[in-house]
């Protein structure tokens, strides 16, 4: 990686409109996808966070990952919950513990809910040379560590 460059202000005007126009679709998006799914954004993108840990995850977990306090996330637990998604197991480790399975037995189930997103994805993505994908990978990753960081942090 290099080092770090002065960012002249006409460019982080242009790229603070660019970040606030997608993220205002991306939460436009996963508003229509939770609505479909019976959920709250939030409980949607707690419930990805969920799916992705690639295994139960403590309710704590969730809280960090998600910026959101633990008396926050267990009423999303319990919406969840309800709405038959996750369901809370004990620890087999430690059972003082308790996680959060995630019960949806195919994520495929929502798959039609985000294949024009991946369509999206790979029309943009093919408009750039392998190169220029490295530099956005690179933009992209530093972005979302830098942010999820300060997310956490707040």
Known sequence: MTGRHEVPADVLERFSAYARESSALTVLFH??????????????????????????????????????????????????????????????????????????????????LFAGAQETLREVLGLFTPEELDVLERYNVALIETFRRRVIEA
């Open 31 to 112: 508003s229509r996808v939770a609505e479909r799914m019976g959920l709250s954004a939030t409980d949607e993108k707690c419930l990805d966070l969920a799916l992705r840990a690639q295994g139960p995850v403590t309710a704590g977990r969730i809280a960090e990952l998600s910026g959101l306090s633990t008396g926050a996330v267990t009423g999303v637990i319990d919406r969840l919950e309800r709405a038959g998604y996750v369901r809370r197991v004990r620890d087999p480790h430690d059972r003082r513990k308790v996680l959060v399975e995630v019960t949806v037995p195919d994520e495929g189930k929502f798959a039609d």
